[in-house]
Nanobody, 124 residues
Framework: QVQLVESGGGLVQAGGSLRLSCSAS????????MGWFRQAPGKEREFVAT????????QYADTVKDRFTISRDNAKNTAYLQMNSLKPEDTAVYYC?????????????????WGQGTQVTVSS
């Protein structure tokens, strides 16, 4: 069965960095695009970043562009989200998800499997 497990969340001061990992299993990882989403308390889940199956193309939400970098290692069945220059408004539970296809997509409905999430808290 498809499983996605996030790790790497935690508490960090504003301006700091974190690297999230998403370990995938139960399917051919290199066949699917991957995405990261986040959900803050009382808010809807929102798109953060997505990467094509080959890793050759990415898309970002405007709020994280130039601060976050999505990447993947198909040999390790793992996707990453490097987060730099973190702000208190980045505080949320971060989820990785598998896209339904091989191309990048920014909408929640474009994803069919989700991890359990990892908490990121940025203090001011």
């Amino acid at each position: 069965q498809v499983q996605l497990v996030e790790s790497g969340g935690g508490l960090v001061q504003a301006g700091g960095s974190l690297r999230l990992s998403c370990s995938a299993s139960g399917y051919t990882f290199s066949n699917y695009a991957m995405g990261w989403f986040r959900q803050a308390p009382g808010k809807e889940r929102e798109f953060v970043a997505t990467i094509i199956r080959s890793g050759g193309a990415t898309q970002y939400a405007d709020t994280v562009k130039d601060r976050f970098t999505i990447s993947r290692d198909n040999a390790k069945n793992t996707a990453y989200l490097q987060m730099n220059s973190l702000k208190p408004e980045d505080t949320a539970v971060y989820y990785c998800a598998r896209a339904r296809g091989s191309l990048t997509i920014t909408t929640i409905t474009g994803y069919d499997y989700w991890g359990q999430g990892t908490q990121v808290t940025v203090s001011s």
